[in-house]
């Protein structure tokens, strides 16, 4: 069911919810939490369609914020508020509102959003693409426990990530971190069976990823070594090798779907590893609401660490920070989880633990059906260790 409301109120739009929750006979409302969406006209459709989809594991009221400030000085002079109220089959399993807010509204959208918020339920928003550089601070982002942002939408995801960790508030996440989330539940699973000291670590992704650079920063943060990051033809992350003086324990993934894990004196065997889609990474970002303390220390990390421009030849990770401002930045920040000083398995197996969830979520990748890829050739594997690097001290 639709209802389209123009030169409307938060009130009324209130009311068109109830009136369609009774008008479909479920005037019960189950939802657990509402989701603000800000985003615009272009990307709205599926940021929608990602977020009805995450809504059928997370009943809840999805508030879309559309600003259009218009283009003459008149249209930026007025103020009105269009709605569209979407309840039943479209709306997944819970509730829809479209907020077109315009002219000068567009600049208090915290006004027209606070009265629709669900009482005594959580808040969490979303910007699917340009998000404040400090998120907490933003209008709408003060209203939410938690903040989703994505450094793989920017134009500069290594200044993203950068501005990341400066303004990080507990309740800041994105969704570069959340794409990790089986790469370091199986990494972690694998040095539990190995108890050897890893000594240096290789990652291996596509230009310009963020992924790829969270990764290495935990793995540098975890377990205190030296992370090469180079360049490869992805998809997204392809591989990730860890040394150890038992031989290398190397993850591959050459297709997006399907991984290799090689360890010493272990035969070599096929992993589920695929690329998740927006509605996937979503769904597991509501399923905590409570800080994210490991990818807190990890964005803190990289200051002093990540180049401050995107480039598309590699570098290294080194533990120790290549400028003062930023040593300044970390010593000042609230300790979290802080990490071992031994580059020991148990350490990146507990770094693991608090942004994956339960020990079931963690091993969920591997119990995924596999699907058949052809593996790596060492060529290719070859590739990638050639591209031209730059050091970060």
Known sequence: MNIDLTHTTSSQINNALVKARRAIGSPAVGM???LVIVTDEGNHYDALKAANEASREHP???LAVIKRHGRSPRARAEARLDAEVRIGEESGAGEIVLLRLHGELANHA???VLPLLLPD???VVWWPEDAPERPAEDPLGA???RRVTDAAATENPMAALIGRGESYTPGDTDLAWTRITPWRSMLAAALDQKHS???????EGEAYNPSSELLALWLADRLKVEVELVVSQGPGLTGVRLRTADGDICLDRADGALAELAMPGQPD??????RRGTSELIAEELRRLDPDEVYASTVRYGLGRLPETNGSSGHVIQPQRTTRKAAATRSSAPASTAPASTASSETASEAAEPADGTAAESAEPTAKPSRASDKPSAQESAKP???RRRTTK
Do not use: M
Not at 269 to 274: G, N, Q, S, Y
């Open 197 to 203: 000291k890893v000594t240096g670590a290789v990652v």
């Open 269 to 274: 065997r096929h992993v589920a590893l695929k």
């Open 32 to 34: 657990v939490l509402t």
């Open 121 to 123: 339920a959580p808040v």
């Open 110 to 112: 915290e006004s027209v």
């Open 385 to 387: 260790a050639a591209s």
């Open 143 to 145: 209203l939410a426990q």
């Open 60 to 62: 809840s009221r999805i």
